[in-house]
C-alpha cells in the first residue's frame, strides 16, 4: 500500500506545485468536507492528481493561500465527480477552472445506470474502490492513513475513467452536448439566501400559531449563532425534532424545559440558558412571522386538472413524448430537460411553436443542446392537447 500523507506546510506545497507544472494532460480535483460535522461546508482535504506528476493531498486550513495552486492548474482542465458538490467549496478557496469534464454528469448523458464514482470507475477499468470513509469527519487531525488512500484513490483513478468516459462521449456524438452542461455547472450561480431559512427546520409543520412560530425562529436563529460560533452542525448540537418538540411542549420554566425529555442533544442541557433565553425572545417578539409564506412554486401536477385543465393537458401531452426522446438518446430524462421546465411552459404556456417555447426553455435556464431536442417535441404536442380539449377549455388558462 503507498504511503499517503498530507501536505501541510508552505514549502512541501511550493514543491508540489512544481511538480504539477511538469505533469501532462487535464489534473483530476476532489474535495473532503465534514458536512454533518462542521457548521462550515469548507474543504478540509483536497485531492489533486496529474498525470506524470503525481497524487496531492492538501490540508487548506493550514495551507491557507492557495493562489499558488491556481496559478498552476487554473487553466488546465479540470476532471471532477459530481463538480456541483465540490466546486463550491473550491471557490471557497479562491480555486475556479477555466474548463471541466464531471464524470458523475458524463456517466447521466451515457445513460450508466448508476453514476456514483465506485461504479464508474468499476465500469471503466473493472476496478472496485470501497466507498468507507464518504460520510465521515474530514476536519480530524491526524487523519488515518486508510482515509487518506482512499482520498487518493478518488483521483487517481479518474484520470483512466475519463479515457473511457469522453471516448463513449465521441462515439454516441454527444462530446458537445456535454460541454454544454459542464459549462452550465461550472458557472453556475450560487443560490441566493433563503428569505426565511428557519421555515427549513423539519417537523415544523407540526408548529401551530405565529407566536409558536416566533419561538421556533428564535430558538433556530440561536442554534444558529452557536453553531457558527462553535463550527459545529447544528443537528449535532441540538436536533431539529428537540427544537419543535420545545416549541409544543410549551414549558413554563427553564426547569421544566431541562426536564423535557423529548428537548435532548449534546448541548440541549449545557446551554440551556441559551435556549431559554431564545425561548423568551420568541414569546417577546413584535414581528410574528406569518403561518403562510407565498412562493413562486408551482401547484402539485395532480391539482392541474381542476385550477388550470388547459395546462393539465399540454403537460400531459408533452411529458411522454419528452420521455420517448429521452429514451431514443439514452439518457434520463430530467438529463434532457429539468422537469421543471416542462412544467412551467405548460403552465404559463409561451405559444403553441417552436421558437416560442425555445424563448421560454432558454429564460428558464435550458441548454440549447435541450432547447434544439425538445422545442419542437413540446410545441406539437400542445397544438394536439388543443385540438383535443373539451370545448370550453381556454388555452391560456
Known amino acids: 500500500m503507498t504511503d499517503y500523507h498530507v501536505i501541510d506546510d508552505r514549502s512541501e506545497y511550493e514543491r508540489a506545485l512544481e511538480q504539477l507544472t511538469e505533469g501532462n494532460g487535464p489534473v483530476a480535483v476532489d474535495v473532503e468536507r ?30 491557507g493561500d492557495f493562489s499558488g495552486l491556481q496559478d498552476t492548474i487554473g487553466d488546465i482542465p479540470w476532471l471532477l465527480h459530481a463538480a456541483s458538490q465540490d466546486l463550491p467549496s473550491l471557490h471557497d478557496e479562491g480555486l475556479y477552472p477555466e474548463a471541466i469534464f464531471d464524470t458523475e454528469l458524463a456517466s447521466r448523458l451515457l445513460g450508466y445506470d448508476r453514476v456514483g464514482l465506485g461504479a464508474v470507475v468499476e465500469r471503466t477499468l473493472g476496478i472496485t474502490l470501497a466507498k468507507a470513509h464518504s460520510a465521515d469527519d474530514w476536519s480530524t487531525r491526524p487523519l488515518p492513513q486508510s482515509w487518506l488512500e482512499y482520498a487518493a484513490l478518488d483521483v487517481v483513478y479518474l484520470v483512466d475513467a475519463w479515457d473511457t468516459v469522453s471516448a463513449e462521449l465521441e462515439e454516441q456524438g454527444k462530446t458537445e452536448i456535454a460541454r454544454q452542461e459542464f459549462e452550465a455547472v461550472r458557472l453556475k450561480e450560487p443560490k441566493p439566501p433563503r428569505e ?3 421555515r427549513r427546520l423539519s ?28 463550527d459545529v452542525s447544528p443537528g449535532r448540537l441540538v436536533p431539529d425534532r428537540s427544537l419543535v418538540a420545545a416549541v409544543i411542549a410549551d414549558p413554563s420554566s427553564k426547569h421544566e424545559l431541562g426536564a423535557l425529555k423529548a428537548f435532548n442533544g449534546r448541548a440541549s442541557r449545557s446551554q440551556l440558558d441559551r435556549w431559554w433565553s431564545a425561548i423568551e425572545r420568541g414569546r417577546l417578539a413584535q414581528d410574528l412571522p406569518a403561518e403562510r409564506v407565498s412562493s413562486d412554486a408551482l401547484p402539485p401536477t395532480r391539482a392541474w386538472a381542476d385550477r388550470n385543465p388547459a395546462a393539465d393537458l399540454r403537460y400531459k401531452a408533452a411529458r411522454p413524448l419528452v420521455e420517448v426522446a429521452a429514451e431514443a438518446l439514452h439518457m434520463p430524462t430530467e ?3 429539468t422537469p421543471d421546465y416542462l412544467r412551467r411552459v405548460a403552465w404559463e404556456y409561451p405559444g403553441d411553436d417552436a421558437a416560442s417555447i425555445g424563448t421560454a426553455l432558454r429564460s428558464l435556464g435550458a441548454r440549447e ?28 388558462s
Open 34 to 63: 465534514a458536512s454533518g460535522f462542521r457548521y462550515s461546508q469548507r474543504a478540509y482535504l483536497i485531492q489533486v492528481f496529474r498525470r506524470d506528476s503525481g497524487v496531492f493531498l492538501f490540508d487548506p486550513p493550514a495551507i
Open 196 to 198: 426565511d431559512p428557519w
Open 203 to 230: 417537523g415544523l409543520h407540526s408548529v401551530r400559531g405565529r407566536r409558536n412560530l416566533a419561538v421556533a425562529r428564535s430558538l433556530w436563529e440561536a442554534r444558529e449563532e452557536f453553531a457558527r460560533d462553535q
Open 335 to 337: 438529463n434532457l430537460l
Open 369 to 396: 443542446w435541450q432547447i434544439d431536442e425538445t422545442s419542437q417535441i413540446i410545441a406539437t404536442a400542445f397544438v394536439e392537447s388543443a385540438q383535443t380539449a373539451p370545448e370550453g377549455t381556454e388555452a391560456h
